[in-house]
């Protein structure tokens, strides 16, 4: 199981920023997909998902309306496109393979996690 996150670093408020996580095919081709976010002393907390065809969607209320969430199904790639960003937005994000299809944004449905991709907004 690998899946690779890139594109986080350091923007100041109102900047863009977007995420990239490459998942192997064999273990997502079926899978919904999500991007979750950890800041220093929180709970990790949902951002955003997508159903295993990328037909649907979901969002965190925070982010809702700046963030996208894609996929693009023959490159086994999920993106987080982020923009509006703010200085909550500051947390690792991590991307992970859900066991279902569907686009669910319950932790406890997600059974593969990537490494983590550190994302800091200034203000």
């Known amino acids: 199981v690998q899946l690779q996150a890139s594109g986080g670093g350091s923007v100041q408020t109102g900047g863009s920023l977007r995420l990239s996580c490459v998942v192997s095919?064999?273990?997502?081709?079926?899978?919904?997909l999500g991007w979750f976010r950890q800041a220093p002393g929180k709970e990790r907390e949902f951002v955003a998902s997508?159903?295993?065809?990328?037909?649907?969607?979901n969002y965190g209320d925070s982010v809702k309306g700046r963030f996208t969430i894609s996929r693009d199904y023959g490159a086994s790639t999920v993106y987080l496109q982020m923009n509006s960003l703010k200085p909550e937005d500051t947390a690792v994000y991590y991307c992970?393979?859900?066991?279902?299809?569907?686009?669910?944004?319950?932790?406890?449905?997600?059974?593969?996690w990537g490494q983590g991709t550190l994302v800091t907004v200034s203000s």
């Open positions: 997508v159903d295993w065809r990328g037909g649907s969607a």
């Open positions: 992970a393979v859900a066991r279902s299809s569907a686009s669910t944004s319950r932790v406890e449905s997600y059974n593969y």
């Open positions: 095919r064999r273990t997502a081709s079926n899978n919904g």
